[in-house]
């Protein structure tokens, strides 16, 4: 059975970093990329970037790019990404997802809150 | 970059109604991928490359379009129905998600 298990919801100070994980089961991890989509409350779905684990390519929105970093560590089949300088705007909920094509897998998401 | 338009944003449909869910690109794409996300939930798979239907997806769904338009319909409308729907699409390098159009039941 295919699973992407994220990481636990975060509650962070502004300006601080997050770093979340994804770590896969149940598929060959190096078979398929990875992705990470954001969701604002009350919003639609972002595409924030994508992780080619075989190769450790990567590829972001432009919106993201500096905001979001994208690992991966074969060994464990775990997926990561890191947000930075957090604000407000970063309030979310972030989900991981796998892929060939269409994104056919998806985390359970984690929630992130930025507050003081 | 290619935006996606959804149309309607919001809608209600009664149990055994026709329902078309729009998704227009700013530019020609070859094809359209639709996800059902509800509410607390992460969003699913549900119509693939315009017109193929993601496992377990009732065959009262269907897709369609070419160029820049695409569609979702669902003929007769039932409560499980009730969701919001995304469009998606890949251009290199980007993938890109439209608004959403939620879907209610009446």
């Known amino acids: 059975e295919v699973k992407l298990q994220q990481s636990g919801d975060e509650l962070v100070r502004p300006g601080a970093s997050v770093k979340m994980s994804c770590k896969a089961s149940g598929y060959t991890f190096t078979d398929y990329a990875m992705h990470w989509v954001k969701q604002s409350p009350g919003q639609g779905l972002e595409w924030i970037g994508t992780i080619i684990p075989l190769i450790d390519t990567t590829s972001y929105n432009q919106k993201f790019k500096g905001k979001a970093t994208l690992t991966a560590d074969k060994s464990s089949n775990t997926a990561y990404m890191e947000l930075s300088r957090l604000t407000s705007e970063d309030s979310a909920v972030y989900y991981c997802?796998?892929?060939?094509?269409?994104?056919?897998?998806w985390g359970q998401g984690v929630m992130v809150t930025v507050s003081s | 970059e290619i935006v996606l338009t959804q149309s309607p944003t919001t809608m209600t449909a009664s149990p055994g109604e026709k329902v078309t869910i729009t998704c227009r690109a700013s530019s020609s794409v070859s094809y359209m991928h639709w996800y059902q996300q509800k509410p607390g939930a992460s969003p699913k798979p549900w119509i693939y490359?315009?017109?193929k239907l993601a496992s377990g997806v009732p065959d009262r769904f269907s897709g369609s379009g070419s160029g820049t338009s695409y569609s979702l319909t669902i003929n007769n409308m039932e409560a499980e129905d009730a969701a919001t729907y995304y469009c998606q699409q890949w251009n290199y390098p980007s993938w890109t998600f439209g608004g959403g159009t939620k879907l209610e039941l009446k």
């Open positions: 490359e315009t017109s």
């Open positions: 997802a796998r892929s060939l094509g269409p994104f056919d897998y």
